[in-house]
């Protein structure tokens, strides 16, 4: 719903004052208080310090000092069908030990519908075979129709327990049915993996008998090798921040990919992500008894696809096909003569004459 009051100003509890402009990609940032410009470290690291000098932009930039992995706090859901680009600003105010500068893993966590963490180990897409043989509550061997893929042998323990997982993807199952693409019955492992007299190959648990996961387990049931790797989506790698200079980061996520990965491509199930850094990773160890204190600003992540904001720096000019209020953002500074103005606690200004339709 949106109001004109009588100064002529066009009111609307709807409007979002929290997400900003980003100045970089030209949209709007899906990162409450990305840019830190009300002055707090509201949605991400209670450990971020906030400053005043020498932002990036605005008037704030966040400021961190020890070795902390940490995530922004709001689940920000997206698309997995549209384009996102996400982007940071960062640099080292002051080295560490050794005259280190800042390094640590940056990116993004992927999150399903539930807001649960995706972890690579509930994605198919290594050892992707089927059931030979029906499996049922109780038993303490599965049989698969090959071996592709699996550690075969007839002891298998001399590889880490978090590589011999197994992915179960029954196809009744409304979330975790799709075949070798995403699951949460992943809690068995293996130690053996033979091939029987009748050509198949029998599979042995490791961690007790097979549970009971409320749906059937018929032969032809699509089941992956659960395998660990990154942790999270190092989408930015390991940057460097540089002393005294602000560098910035970008990087694209794109439409229509879900896989296995711990890189710049959704995870499969995907519905929320949030911001992700390992900061000063590579200054973890105790020999770093003075850690690098870094700066970060305009966390971004937007979306490509649907444009969300004024893709100009200036003001929108008002014109006879009107104005449109995802077309407005909030610019900060009043609006003059014959142009939009901006978003100030829900109010869009505006300073020329507006017909109501």
């Known amino acids: ?170 196809d009744t199952h409304p979330d975790y049915g799709t075949p070798w693409y995403y699951t949460r019955f992943n809690g068995m492992r293996y130690n053996a993996l033979t091939q029987t007299g009748s050509g198949d190959w029998e599979m042995i648990l490791e961690n007790g008998a097979l549970p009971d996961y409320g749906y059937q387990l018929p032969a032809g049931t699509p089941i992956s090798r659960g395998v660990a790797g990154g942790s999270y989506n190092y989408a930015f790698g390991t940057p460097t921040l540089p002393l005294g200079t602000w560098a910035n980061h970008i990087r694209t996520i794109p439409a229509n990919v879900e896989v296995r990965n711990s890189d710049t491509r959704f995870r499969p199930a995907t519905k929320f992500i949030r911001f992700l850094i390992l900061g000063n990773y590579y200054q973890r160890s105790s020999t770093y008894t003075t850690k690098p204190v870094f700066g970060l600003d305009n966390i971004s992540l937007v979306n490509v ?37 901006y978003i100030d606690n829900g109010t869009l200004y505006v300073s020329n004459e507006i017909i109501e339709e």
């Not at 980003?22 to 002055?39: H, P, S, V, W």
């Not at 969300?308 to 009043?334: M, P, Y």
């Open 1 to 170: 719903m949106m109001n004109f009051d009588d100064q002529g100003n066009l009111t609307t509890p709807n409007l979002d004052s929290t997400l900003h402009a980003d100045a970089t990609l030209g949209r709007t940032n899906l990162y409450t208080n990305g840019d830190f410009e009300n002055g707090t470290n509201e949605n991400f690291y209670s450990g971020l310090a906030i400053s005043q000098d020498a932002p990036q932009s605005g008037s704030y930039y966040a400021v961190q000092s020890n070795y902390a992995n940490w995530q922004s706090s709001e689940m920000v859901p997206v698309d997995v069908t549209n384009e996102y680009q996400i982007s940071f600003w960062g640099k080292t105010i002051t080295e560490g030990t050794n005259n280190s500068l800042s390094r640590g893993h940056a990116g993004f966590a992927c999150y399903d519908k539930n807001q649960t963490f995706i972890d690579l180990r509930n994605c198919g897409g290594i050892g992707n075979v089927t059931l030979s043989r029906a499996a049922s509550p109780g038993d303490t061997s599965i049989y698969l129709t090959s071996a592709d893929g699996w550690y075969q042998g007839a002891d298998v323990t001399n590889y880490t327990y978090y590589f011999r997982q197994i992915l179960f993807f029954p």
């Open 305 to 341: 696809t649907q444009a969300q904001s004024n893709l100009k720096e200036t003001f929108i000019e008002l014109s006879t096909e009107g104005v449109h209020v995802q077309d407005i953002v909030e610019l900060g500074v009043a609006p003059t003569g014959g142009v939009a103005g």
